[in-house]
Structure formats: C-alpha cells, structure tokens
C-alpha cells in the first residue's frame, strides 16, 4: 500500500510566521506535488518536484516554496504566513499516471 | 484560466438512483481524465480514470464516459449508496515532460440521501 503522509492534522500560525509543511512518501515515486484546496476553487497546484533537488512552479508558487533534499521528503515552506494561506494543503506523489494524496494539512493563519 | 470545470457545486440523489456528475475542459491535448473522491479531513482517493483514446470505462458500479468532440466528461454511478457521499473532483492531465501534473476542476459534493 502506498503511504503519503503529513506531518500534521491541523496547524494554527500567526502572520509573517515561517510554516514548514512536510510531506513523506515510502514508495521511492520520483514526482511529487503541493496542492492547497478551497471552497469553489478545486486543488490548486502550488510546486511539484520531478527529482530530488528539482522543482517546477505550478499555478499559484506565489508566497511559497518548496524544498527536495531527498527522494521520499517534499517540503512546503512559507516565508512569511498571511491570513489568505488560510486552506488545506495536499500532498502528493504519482506512480505512472496515478497520484497517491496524503492526508491533507488544515492551516490557519491568524 | 479554467482549463478543467465542474459547473455543479453540489448534487443530490435518492440512494439507488443514478448519479451523474459532469465535467468540461477546453484543452484537446489532455490524454487522461480521472475522477478523485474526497471525503471531509481525507486526501482525495483515485476513483476511475479514462484514457483519450476511448470513449467509455467501467468499474464496478462507476462509468466515465468522454465526449471529446463536446470535451465533456461525467461520471455514473449506479446505484448511488450513502458511503457514496463526498466530494468528487474531475482532473485532467497530458503525458510526457510533465511529471503526472493534473489540472482539477472545482469539485461536486454528492449527498446520497437514504
């Protein structure tokens, strides 16, 4: 069974807070994405990753990075949180066409 | 720019009946459709999935079926049961040098009412 997991549940920061949102896969899958989910809006890809090191801009990278120093590790980091961060964010990892999620993380910045 | 859109925020049906949930895109060069289904504090769980290629694929009680001259997509589900309640999101994507990337639409929350 492939597993995607997140480092957490649930998250409350304060503005301009560094947030470091981790996200591990045990399946050795070379791509992995962020994406953040809102109301009306769908799953928005934020960053994906084809290779360690590597990582491309998805739609909306603004206000985010992302960090790959190893194959099974992608890390979602924002600089300086603001209120409009507030979302659930998705990770995920693909093996062939399929993508495998994690469990999501709620962030809310006040 | 809306490549992938779900114009249904929400749907619902008897338990037993039909559930059709729609989809439309406006990039011809997609090579797969696939349907999530998310349940509330989950991550999306893949669903069914439909090649370009083909114009029909079914998975137990769930059938996608793509129009690609309309660029249409839906998802049947027969017959619709309780556990089926969640939201369901379409997603498109092209092959290649993209690394599996997908393009969701706005998701549909189905409400299955016994």
């Known amino acids: 069974d492939v597993k995607v997991t997140q480092s957490s549940r649930y998250l409350v920061k304060r503005t301009g807070e560094k947030v470091f949102l981790e996200c591990v896969q045990d399946?050795?899958?070379?791509?992995m994405f962020w994406y953040r989910q809102d109301p009306g809006l769908g799953l928005r890809l934020i960053y994906f990753s084809y290779d360690v090191k590597m990582k491309e801009k998805g739609d909306i990278p603004e206000g985010y990075s992302v960090s790959r120093e190893k194959k099974e590790r992608f890390s979602l980091i924002l600089e300086s949180a603001s209120t409009n961060q507030t979302s659930m964010y998705l990770c995920a990892s693909t093996w062939h066409n399929e993508q495998f999620f994690g469990p999501g993380t709620r962030l809310t910045v006040l | 720019d809306q490549q992938v859109k779900q114009n249904s925020p929400s749907l619902s049906v008897q338990e037993g009946r039909i559930s059709i949930l729609n989809c439309d895109y406006t990039?011809?060069?997609?090579?797969?459709f696939l349907w999530y289904k998310k349940y509330p504090a989950e991550g999306p769980t893949f669903l069914i999935s439909i090649s370009s290629i083909k114009d029909k694929n079914e998975d137990g009680r769930f059938t996608v079926f793509l129009n690609k001259s309309a660029k249409h997509l839906s998802l049947h589900i027969v017959p619709s049961q309780p556990g089926d309640s969640a939201v369901y999101f379409c997603?498109?994507?092209?092959?290649?040098?993209?690394?599996?990337?997908?393009?969701f639409g706005q998701g549909t929350e189905l409400s299955v009412k016994p």
């Open positions: 990039n011809s060069m997609f090579d797969y």
């Open positions: 997603a498109a994507q092209r092959l290649g040098n993209q690394g599996g990337k997908l393009i």
């Open positions: 399946m050795d899958h070379e791509n």
